[in-house]
């Protein structure tokens, strides 16, 4: 009987695991989804780069049309550790919070980026919503010190 209800109880775990751990993570947002690297998709290239105490993305504003996938070639210029984190507002600065009290934090989701000094790095993304969204880099200091920018979603017709 007891290896009956363990055998159910990991069976369960196993089967809601990954569901119970993508609820923040991998799935869809108010601002998109990750998208398919096997797809096609317009590409966009971001520098990450720091220049007289200003931290920067270059181009720091991105229009794109609803339902379009993006594949974000991205290249860390600086002399440091920067990261790009695609959110809304309000989600960045709640992280951007939590990595104040977590500096080392790493990502590793469908929406966010972290590159050391001089490499490169790929992030495909698919903005299903219409609206206005931030990408940041959240390592401390770094948004603060102009490190953010603004993705604006029009409708497939041009409208925001």
């Known amino acids: ?6 055998f159910a ?10 569901a119970l751990a993508d609820a923040g993570h991998g799935g869809a947002r108010a601002y998109g989804e990750p998208g398919d ?9 971001i520098t ?3 220049s007289d105490g200003k931290m920067m993305f270059i181009p720091s504003k991105i229009e794109v049309r609803q339902g379009e996938q993006i594949k974000f070639v991205l290249r860390n210029n600086g002399e440091i550790d920067h990261e790009i984190v695609l959110a809304t507002l309000a989600e960045n600065l709640k992280h951007g919070a ?3 009290k977590n500096p080392d934090m790493e990502h590793d989701d469908p929406n966010a980026r972290r590159l050391s000094p001089k ?7 698919k903005f299903t919503k219409v609206g206005e969204f931030d990408f940041s880099c959240l390592i401390p200091g770094h948004r603060e010190a102009g490190m953010t920018g603004t993705i604006v979603v029009t409708t497939k017709t041009g409208a925001l």
């Open 1 to 6: 009987m007891f290896s009956k209800i363990l």
């Open 9 to 18: 109880t990991v069976a369960l775990a196993l089967v809601s695991g990954p």
């Open 37 to 45: 690297a096997r797809k096609p998709a317009r590409t966009i290239a």
């Open 48 to 50: 990450m780069r720091e």
């Open 98 to 100: 939590e990595m104040q």
């Open 119 to 125: 490499k490169s790095g790929e992030m495909v993304w």
